[in-house]
């Protein structure tokens, strides 16, 4: 198995300018919960994540910097292994992928989140159940774990304010927001 990006996209850049005066909003007011979801859903069914990163890109001419492309690390299967993947396997991976959606439902986002086209996609490579069918069960596995799911969510908000609002020497590429210690930290050994 190798490790690989789920590239969870995220569409909704925002400029944040790190010039002139502090005004930002801040992006990941779905991105966040987005996320925690997958990581939270992923370490209940056996995948886990071993961390979580972020794309930045510095504008010329000191116009700012656009943050987005939130994506959860983790394993997915190849195209060849899906139809020799075990049912159990499969649901556990499915689970993983509603996990984003589930975030946003619970943390009580209504409108379609932003990363959910890509995790229809993915879903659509194991299954013809809908995302938001297989989300109505993560939902209730984040409820259950919801004290490690809202540690998670404040985790990321707050490296997402030290690591890339308040450094203004923030540099073009993937930064990560969460480690596989960070996570290990939170639910414990596994
Ligand atoms: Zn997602």
Redesign the pocket.
């Known amino acids: 198995m190798s490790d690989d990006a789920l590239g969870?996209k995220w569409r909704g850049f925002t400029e944040i300018n790190p010039v002139s005066k502090r005004k930002f909003v801040i992006p990941c007011d779905e991105a966040i919960p987005?996320e925690a979801g997958?990581i939270l859903v992923g370490r209940a069914v056996g995948f886990l994540a071993r961390g979580l990163d972020v794309e930045v890109v510095r504008l010329p001419d000191g116009k700012g910097v656009t943050v987005g492309n939130f994506a959860t690390l983790a394993w997915s299967p190849p195209d060849e292994e899906i139809p020799k993947m075990a049912s159990e396997l499969r649901a556990a991976y499915m689970l993983f992928v509603a996990g984003?959606?589930a975030g946003n439902k619970f943390a009580g986002l209504k409108t379609p989140c932003m990363?959910a086209d890509?995790?229809r996609k993915e879903l659509a490579r194991l299954t013809d159940r809908t995302l938001e069918d297989v989300a109505d069960i993560a939902v209730r596995m984040i409820h259950q774990h919801r004290r490690h799911f809202r540690q998670l969510v404040s985790l990321i908000r707050r490296r997402f304010i030290e690591r890339l609002l308040k450094n203004r020497d923030i540099e073009t590429g993937r930064h990560l927001l969460v480690s596989q210690a960070d996570l290990q930290k939170i639910f414990g050994d596994h």
């Open positions: 969870y987005h997958h984003g959606i990363g890509a995790d």
